[in-house]
């Protein structure tokens, strides 16, 4: 134990030294007024920039903003905008007309503007950029297999993709794309999308999907395959924006819109290098875009590592801290009842047991439609995920406790609720508290998945890591997750000396 704290520490020195201070690693919150602005964005670099953008310029006209960075992908998003957890975001034509409105058959901007205008939305006129999706290999590769375009992967089944998640699983994304170029590829890999160029890199994959502005394209030397049937439509970046906020506001809206047709293609894949290559955080990227542009003077806050390190800190414990508190505070009167009523017993083990096959990322995204973003649907989907050990571990200690025991508890003629406490719950003590202590470092871990909603924590800047290719950033949020869930192991085993009696300590210790 003490030596891998020794050990996570100088992980940690190195960390801050590597990295630079970056404004990326902290929520964008810029006061300007009274007015408040929610930004939203996508968990890939050029939606980040656009989304500081945005947020540069509301704050510009009068309004406090705070910008929803890296969030997850469309729908998140959208159904965020529709409930009014954001107010703007940054969107694409392409994506609007075949996995938002699916099915509607709507391309022409008038007709998506009216498509979303139905949801008491707006869209703004494109900013000047096609940002459209495309199919990627490494040039020498492509070259040795002679393919030029998306119809000469049908000569080779063997070449193994690696797409995005939500790719794989879009309207305009592999399904279509299978079917427009009938391509016999079965393996068929979904991964990050940032982590799918370092699988093109090792050889682990053979084509990944890119997006035409991205400035990894040059960086990694690939080759982008021509759409020879045209199958991926225009992505021209919009803005996508509820109506009330031009009602309540139209002063922002309209600083917001002096971005149409302000950046073409050149221009956002110079941005995106700048962010990604030369590792400028994003909200300088978008201050210096808008000085050049525009004259649009903004302050960026810069976030020292240590600020970083203490703020993360502060969002991760108290994600753990509520949600574990009010696990307890069910879990245990579940396990008592699941102890004293079988039959009962068996459904509440059964439903918490379901609970826990949720996958992490899915429950958290349940929550969302209840919760709206951020540190309430959060907190919701770890108390959930808390409730098994504790009611399995103190159903089983109310269980085990010798059935002479409880006989001599009741010939003694103690009242039920005496037994339960006086009696049952300190020899059920050591289990409960094993099952509260595996709970709590568990919540440790899945707490660095609420990034993904807003939420914070230490998965921020992992999250942000990966997407940069940042291994320092990683090692910023990996790093203090892993101490913390030492040290709330260790602060329960001391915790054993209050609420375990020292005759059960004794006998474990033998």
């Known amino acids: 134990m003490r030596s891998f704290l020794v050990l996570a520490g100088a992980v940690l020195f190195t960390a801050a030294s590597a990295s630079p201070t970056r404004a990326e690693a902290a929520p964008t919150r810029i006061d300007g007024g009274a007015l408040t602005v929610t930004v939203g964005s996508k968990a890939f670099t050029e939606s980040v920039i656009l989304g500081e953008l945005l947020t540069h310029l509301a704050a510009d006209a009068g309004a406090q903003v705070e910008h929803k960075r890296e969030l997850g992908g469309t729908r998140v998003l959208w159904n965020a905008l529709l409930r009014g957890d954001l107010d703007v975001y940054p969107e694409y034509t392409g994506t609007i007309s075949l996995e938002i409105l699916a099915g509607q058959d709507l391309s022409t901007e008038e007709e998506l503007r009216a498509g979303v205008g139905k949801h008491g939305l707006r869209m703004s006129a494109p900013l000047g950029f096609n940002n459209t999706y495309a199919i990627g290999m490494r040039e020498q590769q492509a070259q040795e297999l002679g393919i030029r375009t998306i119809s000469d992967l049908t000569r080779h089944p063997e070449l193994v993709f690696g797409f995005s998640n939500e790719f794989i699983d879009r309207g305009d994304g592999w399904p279509s794309l299978r079917d427009r170029y009938r391509l016999p590829q079965q393996d068929v890999r979904g991964l990050q999308h940032d982590l799918a160029y370092r699988g093109l890199e090792s050889g682990a994959i053979q084509a990944m999907d890119v997006y035409s502005t991205d400035a990894k394209i040059k960086y990694y030397g690939l080759r982008v395959l021509e759409d ?270 209050v609420f375990v009696p020292k005759g059960l300590r004794l006998q474990a210790a033998r």
Not at 374 to 395: D, E, K, M, Q
Not at 415 to 428: C, D, G, I, Q
């Open 228 to 497: 020879d049937l045209a199958h991926f439509p225009v992505y021209n970046a919009v803005l996508l924006y509820r109506s009330d906020l031009e009602a309540r506001q139209p002063g922002v809206v309209k600083s917001l819109l002096q971005l149409e047709g302000l950046i073409d293609d050149r221009a956002m894949t110079g941005l995106n290098a700048r962010a990604e290559l030369d590792r400028v955080a994003e909200a300088q990227v978008s201050a210096d875009f808008l000085d050049e542009r525009l004259q649009v003077e903004t302050e960026v806050e810069q976030v020292t590592f240590v600020d970083r390190l203490v703020m993360r800190t502060k969002e991760h414990v108290t994600l753990v801290v509520i949600s574990l508190l009010g696990a307890i505070l069910v879990a245990v009167p579940l396990g008592v009842i699941s102890a004293r009523r079988p039959q009962l017993g068996q459904i509440i083990l059964g439903a918490t047991g379901v609970v826990q096959t949720i996958p992490a990322l899915a429950l958290l995204v349940f929550m969302i439609p209840v919760l709206g973003l951020g540190t309430p649907p959060a907190i919701a989907a770890l108390f959930l995920y808390s409730l098994l050990p504790i009611v399995r571990n103190t159903y089983t200690g109310l269980h085990s406790i010798p059935i002479e025991i409880r006989e001599s508890a009741e010939a003694l003629g103690l009242r039920s609720s005496v037994r339960l406490f006086r009696v049952e719950m300190p020899m059920a003590s050591r289990a409960i508290l094993a099952g509260i202590k595996t709970s709590a470092v568990l919540t440790v871990g899945f707490a660095t998945l609420a990034a993904f909603i807003g939420a914070g924590g230490y998965g921020q800047p992992i999250m942000t890591g990966i997407r940069l290719d940042d291994t320092s950033l990683i090692l910023e949020g990996a790093v203090p997750a892993a101490v913390l869930a030492l040290v709330v192991q260790g602060l329960f085993e001391l915790s054993e000396r």
